[in-house]
């Protein structure tokens, strides 16, 4: 079945980088497209951005644009998404996606990453 | 960006009762490819969102037949017709026609 395993819990000082990983099994890789989103405390989602695990084509938000990278590593079937310049209100989980032509069917378990000095 | 809109943002509903949600985008949700690409998620408490309808009104697998979507244009709906115990948490609609991607504010399911 269709996994979607992401990296664990990070705490980041003001200013820091994070990069998130999301490790995929159960389908092949390089078919899809992932999306990155995050969700603050209480709130709604919000996208980061996409790529497409087959030729690594990539879109952001321009909310995010310039501070937000999103890679692939094929042979380890995994995404990253490294976010820079952090600030308090980036405090989120952040979750994985993968797109299929019916939607977004698999969702990472999310990563919490809390920005704080 | 398009903005979607949800209502309520809250609704206490009885068990077995139906319950209904509302979602408008700012802008028309039909893409260039005649596809409109409006989807609900559902998210438990303490859980990732999953995916239940996709372009409007197709049922994920797996998904109860209980829930159904409907819409088109500008104006969706999301309707539990029997609303069970596993049905609370927020709901939220998202659209996928245009970047970014947009989702709804959200609506919370809860049992009266």
């Known amino acids: 079945q269709v996994q979607l395993v992401q990296s664990g819990a990070e705490v980041k000082e003001p200013g820091a980088s994070v990069k998130v990983s999301c490790k995929a099994s159960g389908y092949t890789f390089s078919n899809y497209a992932m999306h990155w989103v995050r969700q603050a405390p209480g709130q709604s989602l919000q996208w980061l951005g996409w790529?497409?695990?087959?030729?690594?084509?990539?879109k952001y938000s321009q909310r995010f644009q310039g501070r937000v990278t999103i890679t692939r590593d094929t042979p380890a079937s995994t995404v990253y998404m490294e976010l820079t310049s952090l600030r308090s209100d980036d405090t989120a989980v952040y979750y994985c996606?993968?797109?299929?032509?019916?939607?977004?069917?698999?969702w990472g378990q999310g990563s919490l990453v809390t920005v704080s000095s | 960006d398009i903005v979607m809109t949800q209502t309520p943002l809250s609704s206490p509903v009885t068990l077995g009762q139906p319950a209904s949600i509302s979602c408008r985008s700012s802008q028309s949700l039909v893409h260039s490819d005649g596809n409109t690409y409006l989807s609900w998620l559902q998210q438990r408490p303490g859980q990732p969102p999953r995916l239940l309808i996709y372009k409007v009104s197709n049922r994920f697998s797996g998904v109860p037949d209980r829930f159904s979507g409907s819409g088109a244009g500008t104006d969706f709906t999301l309707k539990i017709s029997r609303v069970e115990a596993e049905d609370v948490g927020v709901y939220y609609c998202m659209q996928a026609t245009q970047f970014p991607v947009t989702f709804g504010q959200g609506t919370k399911v809860e049992i009266k």
């Open positions: 996606a993968r797109a299929t032509i019916s939607g977004w069917e698999n």
């Open positions: 790529i497409h695990a087959g030729n690594g084509i990539t």
